[in-house]
């Protein structure tokens, strides 16, 4: 496989895909890519962006979204272009969308899915999705993922962003833009892929039960109300912005308080509504167990490298192909003009010759370490590294 990465921090929109494009143009020798990924910032012309790489390779199989900030091979920018481009003699790609996952997510997923598959003729190895997060269950959309591609097909990518507007995100596949929808990059053929994903965040406190929870909702912890147990741990109803987290047992009856890695994933809090119930995303299923959690920005930075560590020690070869990265709008918040670090982390793990690309998310996707069923996170680091078999 034969990837390649642009990245520019043009304001004009025309002028950052041409700068994209033409990074990206010597690395193909002739060979024409066949799929790709593009992030973007909000305030840019998304259309003009598509317009751009469809002109210079029409039917390429492309998906993307708007951003909370841009990762690529030349480093961290935010308001920017980052573009990957690909080509592999036997890998075929699939992109595919579907809209309307806000108000009938489980639906849009299943559709979704049975599309890219029907493109496809052989067996799924990876499947990049990038849904809008509002209004949408990623524990929903995550898991009727599975259930079409099959759980060995790991199910990675994340929820599109902005800059903490909370107002409206765009997806992008084909050539056009959308909203409310998700958009999948299913790639099937000879490949390796390997996956890494951890937070930094850690387990504090005794063991608690979610006792009443519907969708995104969390009514009752405990048989208490959820306000109650919540202040009586940290002293304030501020959630917006917060460090705070529930590390939640994928398990009910599993053992362990590292999250991410030991069977623990992480819920970020979102909000209260005017009942006094707490939104949450990934939504926490009534009966589950978690603890509260919480971590340091060096514990964050931390995490970030264990997801890459982790990925690369999975991985079945020499050099990867490509590296595909996920982190989290509340990590981003979290590390502040740390951020870049997490950039830092990935070279010095990765080195200069492995093509990069990732965005800030408003939630990830990845399989938990040790297990192939993939599943929804919050902020949390996700590292995927692929190759073609030669």
């Known amino acids: 496989m034969i990837a390649a990465t642009g990245h520019s921090e043009e304001l004009n929109s025309q002028d950052a895909i041409a700068e994209a494009l033409s990074q990206c143009a010597d690395t193909f020798g002739g060979k024409t890519p066949q799929a790709g990924f593009l992030y973007a910032g909000i305030d840019h012309d998304h259309q003009v962006l598509l317009d751009g790489v469809e002109e210079k390779y029409p039917g390429i199989q492309l998906i993307g979204s708007t951003t909370h900030g841009e990762l690529s091979s030349t480093g961290f920018l935010e308001d920017s272009v980052v573009l990957m481009l690909m080509h592999a003699d036997g890998v075929t790609f699939s992109a595919v969308v579907e809209e309307g996952v806000a108000g009938n997510t489980e639906d849009a997923a299943q559709q979704a899915a049975a599309g890219a598959l029907q493109k496809l003729n052989e067996p799924a190895r990876l499947c990049i999705a990038i849904s809008d997060p509002f209004g949408v269950d990623s524990t929903a959309l995550i ?8 759980q060995d097909v790991p199910v990675c990518g994340g929820l599109a962003g902005e800059p903490l507007r909370w107002e409206q995100t765009y ?24 996956t890494g994903v951890a937070s930094g965040w850690e387990s504090m406190g005794g063991d608690h039960r979610i006792t ?26 501020v959630v917006s912005g917060t460090r705070h987290m ?8 599993d053992v362990g308080s590292g999250s991410n890695g030991s069977g623990v994933y992480l819920s970020a809090p979102l909000d209260w509504n005017d009942d006094g119930s707490m939104v949450v995303s990934p939504a926490i299923p009534t009966g589950s167990r978690f603890r509260f959690a919480d971590a340091t920005r060096e514990q964050i930075l ?11 020690k ?45 965005f800030y ?11 192939v069923i993939s599943r929804a996170h919050g902020a949390t680091f996700v590292s995927v590294l692929i190759a073609e078999h030669s």
């Open 302 to 312: 931390s995490g970030a490298e264990s997801s890459v560590v982790q990925a690369v």
């Open 361 to 371: 998310t408003y939630g990830e996707f990845c399989p938990l370490s040790g297990s």
């Open 212 to 237: 009443d929870a519907e969708g995104l909702t969390i009514m009752a912890i405990d048989d208490e109300p959820v306000k109650d147990v919540w202040l009586r741990y940290f002293g304030s109803d």
């Open 314 to 358: 999975d991985f079945e070869g020499t050099v990867p192909d490509a590296g595909l990265f996920f982190s989290c709008a509340a990590r981003h918040a979290s590390l502040g003009t740390r951020v870049e670090k997490e950039y830092a982390v990935l070279r010095e793990q990765l080195g200069e010759m492995v093509p990069m690309i990732g």
């Open 246 to 253: 529930l590390a939640v047992y994928a398990e009910p009856d």
């Open 143 to 150: 898991g009727k993922l599975v259930e079409v591609l099959g």
């Open 171 to 194: 997806q992008f596949c084909n050539g056009k833009v959308f909203k409310d929808a998700v958009v999948l990059l299913v790639l099937a053929g000879p490949l390796r892929v390997s």
